[in-house]
């Protein structure tokens, strides 16, 4: 839905001329495709060019002068990630009829030919070849390039021209011929072309600059012809009214597959209003919905109406407009009129039943009005904080297929929906949605008779509430971990990037710095270790680390830590890292680590002992595997790292490489009691975790947590332990319990520690999202 944000590119084709059609309109001086971009030329002042500067030339092709004060024209490149905000030029004054505006960009390094005066000079340097340039309504930068940052439809809704020429991956309809040095884009019939089309609508010529001076060219139809020539014309068609009879029902424009079979045609339908989300920062239209549905299940009775047109609920409307497939939404847009013929008898809402049967899709509620009757669990929160958006799951929490056997990946499709919240907001001061007794949402906390209307967008159904959303707490948060026995506890966490460097991985400001370490220090000292292994600590000398321990000291009293030095921290910017607790365990040796090429970031070992005591000693073995990441600083992973399709991503082959190293450090050192803690970056039953249960290690979550509580991390809406720590056949009968700890793969990325755009109320100095990762916690009997 066009109203919908989103960060998806809209098609590497560009727009299609429907779409730019349907763009909201422009003030009342200007109606959509009045002003258009005439001209673009970026080869000024390079070798063999007729003219010093590059220029875009704008023209009026219609019949009222308007107003160019508050717009500007912006530029990106044919396909690359800068945003068209990085290249702007502000406009001022008014445009006649007929006539043309020369805005005069960067020069060359060659002289040449000055332009004609121009009416407005800006600095933008435009390619020569390929590009994208747009005529915005706003002196605002707009922040997307329509393709590798998608712009959202309120961006779109500014754009009041755009041609993309050469290469260029966004433009209305084909793109315009690539140009030279001493070629331009020059739009035909003297500026009056227009078929939302550049490829058709743009000729390359020499470069023919015209300004405010040059004589007025009405376009036919509108503009400055003082004595027009009169000629018979039929009676106009008299506007709808309520009288006026629809010429096609919801279904038939909805038709029974995944695209409206009448798209592209003008149509009149008659409906009921059900939801109107039309003020500032909503939607841009409403929706409606058939008050007599046909016998057909395969077919919607609602559609998206494109339209500022004042409604409410319940309303009776008929409305008048183009249908049109919108990013897989069939709408109306733009509506020519819509008719408030009085009340309706209020639609009730479609149940719907979660998991849907197979071989149904959400396609036949599109744009309906639905009731999910089961109770639904929030499976993912990554963008509650940015677009209002949860993942929901009936049944419970959505499982990575790898983490664990049963996991039937066909049904948890059927079985999700994502809510959304009607707005196009992006990182709004408060929450949309939160669970009672909470400001925010954890994942699993439950929702029962969600309502709203049903719509798609960007790749997903999605439901725009009707009626309040209110959470359950069915996973409230925990205040300490389960007790796990023992007289020496040990954990494993990840830091997130835990750097004293400012603006690298971790924290971008002291502030950010300083709350990033109180909820690590909260984190710590609630789960009261005496040995952890870390990862994600910046490799700088082990500042990071000793500033860690310091602020663990302030809290717990001196000399309650001190951190164990790596002694081969590896080439990467983060390391592995140890601090224990003195007044319980003694370290017995040196640290040690494997200078194995496999590792980028080395294991790190230590063998400790209680204190004062000549009980049993253990050895801990500290990793961070390789990623799951396709690309890193050698380039895209192949052959055998590349993704083989098996749900394992990428590098997976490494891993088990680095499983096997590390098994083989064990052998090598001739190592007793070994635990190993650490992100192994692979799931419960993918292959790196079976290299070391092949190995002889156990894994202690399987023994000892239960199944729907093993998970330590959540991504793209799916749980699954990532963290470990195995134990090997002699340590096994010293372990007395292990569990992991859930503040953080629960909560959202915006309680987190960072000040960008997380709303201040959301933070506290505590345990909770200190990471993205769960940390676990062991107990031993020494």
Request: contains cysteine; charged residues 20%.
């Amino acid at each position: 839905m066009r109203a919908l944000r989103a960060l998806a590119i809209l098609a590497t084709a560009g727009v299609s001329a429907g779409t730019i059609a349907a763009l909201p309109s422009a003030p009342a001086t200007a109606a959509a495709g009045t002003v258009v971009i005439s001209q673009v030329y970026g080869g000024g002042g390079n070798s063999g060019a007729p003219f010093a500067n590059d220029y875009v030339e704008l023209f009026n092709r219609g019949g009222a002068p308007v107003s160019l004060d508050g717009w500007s024209v912006q530029y990106t490149s044919a396909t690359g990630t800068g945003n068209f905000a990085a290249n702007r030029t502000s406009l001022s004054g008014t445009l006649a009829p007929g006539r043309y505006h020369l805005v005069q960009l960067a020069a060359g390094a060659n002289p040449g030919t000055p332009l004609p005066a121009p009416d407005t000079t800006g600095g933008i340097n435009v390619s020569a070849t390929a590009g994208k340039m747009a005529l915005v309504r706003s002196a605002d930068g707009l922040a997307c390039n329509g393709s590798t940052t998608a712009c959202t439809p309120e961006q779109l809704a500014l754009v009041a021209d755009l041609v993309g020429f050469g290469t260029a991956n966004f433009s209305e309809g084909g793109a315009a011929p690539g140009l030279s040095n001493t070629t331009a884009a020059i739009r035909r019939n003297g500026g009056c072309a227009d078929t939302d089309d550049n490829g058709a609508d743009f000729e390359v010529a020499a470069p023919s600059p015209r300004n405010s001076a040059t004589p007025a060219a009405p376009c036919e139809g509108g503009g400055e012809d003082p004595t027009p020539t009169p000629t018979p014309t039929p009676d106009p068609t008299p506007d709808p009214t309520c009288d006026t009879a629809a010429t096609h029902t919801i279904a038939q424009v909805q038709g029974s597959g995944d695209a409206s079979p009448v798209a592209g045609q003008d149509v009149r339908i008659e409906g009921v209003v059900t939801g109107a989300f039309q003020a500032s920062g909503r939607l841009g239209g409403f929706s409606v919905q058939s008050g007599t549905p046909d016998r057909d299940p395969a077919t919607s009775e609602g559609l998206f109406v494109f339209s500022s047109a004042p409604v409410r609920t319940g309303d009776r409307v008929l409305v008048s407009g183009k249908a049109i497939e919108f990013n897989g939404l069939t709408e109306i847009s733009p509506a020519t009129k819509v008719d408030v013929c009085g009340a309706a008898k209020p639609v009730k809402p479609v149940k719907v039943d979660l998991p849907l049967p197979k071989g149904v899709t959400f396609e036949r509620y599109e744009n309906m009005l639905v009731t999910f009757k089961d109770k639904l669990a929030a499976s993912e929160i990554y963008n509650l904080g940015r677009y209002g958006e949860i993942t929901l799951a009936e049944g419970g929490r959505l499982w990575q297929p790898t983490d664990r056997a049963g996991v039937d990946t066909e049904k948890d499709a059927r079985r999700k929906i994502l809510l959304d919240d009607a707005s196009t907001a992006q990182n709004p001061a408060t929450l949309p949605y939160r669970t009672e007794g909470s400001d925010s949402v954890r994942i699993g906390d439950e929702v029962a008779k969600l309502t709203g209307v049903l719509t798609y967008g960007f790749d997903l159904y999605r439901v725009q509430p009707t009626q309040p959303v209110v959470f359950r707490p069915k996973n409230p948060r925990p205040a300490a971990p389960r007790k796990v026995g023992g007289d020496v506890r040990v954990a494993g966490l990840n830091t997130l990037n835990w750097f004293t460097t400012l603006g690298s991985r971790g924290a971008t400001t002291a502030a950010e710095r300083d709350r990033q370490l109180a909820k690590l220090v909260a984190n710590i000292l609630t789960l009261n270790p005496d040995v952890a292994g870390l990862m994600e600590v910046e490799r700088n000398g082990d500042v990071a680390l000793n500033a860690l321990v310091d602020a663990l000291n302030a809290k717990a009293g001196a000399g309650t830590y001190r951190a164990v030095g790596h002694p081969l921290p590896g080439t990467d910017a983060i390391q592995t890292a140890l601090i224990y607790k003195p007044a319980a365990v003694s370290p017995v040796g040196e640290a040690r680590s494997s200078s194995d090429p496999i590792f980028n970031r080395p294991p790190l070992v230590q063998t400790f002992r209680k204190t004062g005591k000549n009980g049993k000693s253990f050895t801990i073995i500290v990793n961070h595997f390789k990623s799951k990441g396709c690309s890193d600083a050698d380039g895209p992973a192949t052959g055998p790292d590349a993704d083989q399709g098996d749900g394992q991503s990428c590098y997976n082959a490494k891993r088990v490489k680095q499983a096997k190293a590390v098994l083989s450090l064990v052998d090598s050192l001739r190592l007793d009691n070994v635990l190993v803690v650490g992100d192994i970056n692979a799931y419960g039953e993918e292959d790196p975790i079976r290299a070391f249960e092949d190995g002889g290690l156990t894994s202690l979550s399987k023994k000892y947590v239960a199944k729907d509580d093993r998970y330590s991390y959540v991504f793209d809406g799916l749980s699954g332990e990532l963290d470990h720590a195995l134990a090997g056949k002699d340590l096994r009968k010293l372990v007395t319990g292990a569990t992991i700890w859930h503040v953080n793969a629960d909560e959202g990325r915006f309680m987190d520690y960072n000040t960008e755009f997380n709303p201040p109320y959301l933070y506290a100095p505590d345990p909770y999202r200190s990471s993205d990762h769960d940390p676990l916690l062991v107990g031993l009997n020494l």
